[in-house]
């Protein structure tokens, strides 16, 4: 039987990936520090360690995949932290894959669309350099993981890690999510569910688009098993602006009212993914949209306040 490390396996992606991965017949070992979990933790059937990549426990392999997930993923989370999200893009990824060399086990780095920054190419593809601003406070997570994948492709260049996969993650929602990890999703539902206003930051005018966690696990486990070792965008091309994703939710849980704050530093004014590649190689692309991934949502998060 193959057996996979999933780091960062009880937060919100890890544990819906480590999810799939038992039920495709792999042992699985997660691996978190519990520093953002999901509220449903790690999942069963999974050997759970508490420990950080940063300095990671010592763990029950042997492996034949990682899935390197670890990282605060969420702005208010990676902004309280910025040594650390630093640290755990660096040391904890150099550790990951140092594991990988150990155990000859496929790698697969969890990298983002925060790696194009404040984007001035629309929408974004593989091949855009980006446009993070290094001074920035949102850096530290954009530069952790721009560092991670150049470490990713440098353990593969000098041959140490021969099975690499990198997936640039852009937002994605569902259950299992955490409801106070400041993510808009997140917030706008569980805002609206206890008759609070919708905090819009800035005008609303920025633009996201949202992938339900079903395709976009569908999408990693097609990347993992796929010979594609090129950097993958994964997301769904779905674009609407903050403004009309309130509309949205209001429409299906209620109109609480909206609140408008101000906007982050940074904050990027538009982001849609150039699925192209994951079309061309894997074959992939999102069958959800939010009219069928906003309710169960929502859902999820009515059966946490009702629990
Ligand atoms: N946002 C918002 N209200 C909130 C939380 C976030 O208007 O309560 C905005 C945020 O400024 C950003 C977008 O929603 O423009 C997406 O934010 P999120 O933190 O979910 O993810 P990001 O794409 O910024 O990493």
């Known amino acids: 039987?193959?057996?996979?490390?999933v780091t960062g396996g009880a937060g919100f992606l890890g544990r819906n990936l480590a999810l799939r991965l038992l039920k495709e017949g792999f042992e699985v070992v997660v691996l978190d520090n519990l520093s953002s979990p999901s509220p449903l933790g790690s999942p069963e059937g999974a050997t759970f360690v508490e420990g950080s990549v940063v300095e990671p426990p010592d763990l029950p392999?042997?492996?034949?995949r990682i899935y390197h997930?670890?990282?605060p993923a969420s702005p208010p989370r990676y902004l309280q932290d910025p040594i650390g999200t630093l640290r755990t893009g660096a040391e904890g990824t150099r550790n990951m894959l140092d594991l990988a060399v150990s155990h000859e086990a496929r790698f697969l780095l969890a990298s983002t669309s925060e790696v194009y920054g404040d984007p001035a190419q629309h929408p974004q593809h593989e091949e855009y350099t980006g446009s993070v601003q290094v001074t920035s406070s949102r850096a530290c997570y954009d530069e952790a993981k721009r560092y991670a994948e150049a470490l990713t492709y440098a353990y593969n260049r000098e041959d140490l890690v021969p099975e690499i996969r990198v997936v640039r993650i852009f937002n994605?929602?569902?259950?299992?999510?955490a409801p106070d990890d400041g993510r808009v999703v997140s917030n706008f539902i569980n805002q609206a569910l206890s008759g609070r206003s919708l905090t819009i930051y800035g005008d609303g005018s920025q633009t996201r688009s949202f992938c339900y966690v079903d395709d976009l696990i569908e999408g990693i486990w097609r990347l993992s098993n796929s010979d594609v070792t090129v950097p993958v965008n994964l997301g769904n091309p779905e674009e609407l602006s903050m403004k009309e994703l309130a509309t949205t939710i209001a429409e299906s849980v209620g109109d609480t009212g909206i609140d408008y704050l101000p906007l982050p530093e940074s904050d990027p004014t538009r982001r849609r993914p150039d699925i192209g590649r994951a079309r061309d190689r894997l074959g992939w692309e999102p069958t959800l949209g939010l009219a069928e991934g906003l309710p169960p949502t929502v859902e999820y998060f009515r059966s946490l306040i009702d629990a």
């Open 1 to 5: 039987m193959s057996r996979a490390l």
């Open 172 to 177: 994605t929602y569902g259950p299992g999510m």
């Open 61 to 64: 392999g042997p492996f034949d």
């Open 69 to 71: 997930l670890a990282s």
